[in-house]
């Protein structure tokens, strides 16, 4: 484990997407809009199985459970949550964005994570080839973009996130 090649005395800052106190992520439009666009484009007995979003997401507990810590020789010397605000959504209602960029820009911000799913996915059968691959990519993402574009409301989206520093003992 890693947490043998700190020194004593070294301190580790931790970082960890969490849910908050009323056990939300408050970015769960994205992944049901994303789910949706998938079962949309992917084939439903081959494709869509693979579909599958690698996250796990903490509680605060989670993130500074004491004993995993203590196990490990860790002090936690500081940890707290706060949320993350996309600044889109805020952009959007002060007027300082279009419509039409805020729809482009959170979806191009969800593209670049989590496109490589959709693509593995679509290529898990060895039945498409890379141009289908590539358009039925770009018809998903337009989907997308297109209900960001009518329901932008869904997607006023936080992250929240736990922040914790140890000191190795």
Known sequence: NRSLELIQGGILILVMNCFNDEGLTMTESVYHLLYKCAKSILSPNEELPNYTLPVYIRSYDECVDKELFDQYSF??????????????????????????????????????????????????????????????????????KEHVYQNPDDFDIKCYQTYVVLKKL
């Open 75 to 144: 002090e936690v010397i500081h940890s707290n949550m706060s949320a993350v605000d996309f600044k889109f959504y805020g952009q959007l209602k002060n007027n300082e964005m279009e419509l039409e960029e805020f729809s482009r820009k959170q979806t191009e911000f969800i593209r670049c994570a989590t496109d490589s799913v959709l693509r593995e996915a679509l290529e898990s059968t060895g039945k498409r080839s890379k141009v289908d691959i590539d358009q039925l990519s770009n018809q998903f993402w337009s989907l997308y």
